[in-house]
Nanobody, 115 residues
């Protein structure tokens, strides 16, 4: 089992920045894909950014050049710059164990960007 605890969401004006953190504990060893999903009201959850340990990050087109995903030991980060109102969503940290495709989720953190 992996436990994930998120922090760092909040309310910010358009053009501002936020940094999300996701602290992992439990069975964190082994191959995982680490990612940040987001779900806006009335929309499906989408994968905003992901990274393999020691690998190259990937981003959905709408956040490229503005968001940066990184990891440090057992903490996953998402630095969000130049935020837009359309970035408003609940953001979820995700660890996917590669061997089993089992997903672990954080509790979600609200990000609200005002215009």
């Amino acid at each position: 089992q992996v436990q994930l605890v998120e922090s760092g969401g909040g309310l910010v004006q358009a053009g501002g920045s936020l940094r999300l953190s996701c602290a992992a504990s439990g069975r964190t060893g082994g191959p995982y894909r680490l990612g940040w999903y987001r779900q806006a009201p009335g929309k499906e959850r989408e994968l905003a950014a992901s990274i393999m340990r020691g690998g190259t990050p990937t981003y959905t087109d709408s956040v490229k050049g503005r968001f940066t995903i990184s990891t440090d030991e057992n903490t996953l980060y998402l630095q969000m710059n130049s935020l837009k109102p359309e970035d408003t969503a609940v953001y979820y940290c995700n660890w996917r164990r590669l061997l089993t495709a089992r997903d672990y989720w954080g509790q979600g953190t609200q990000v609200t960007v005002s215009s």
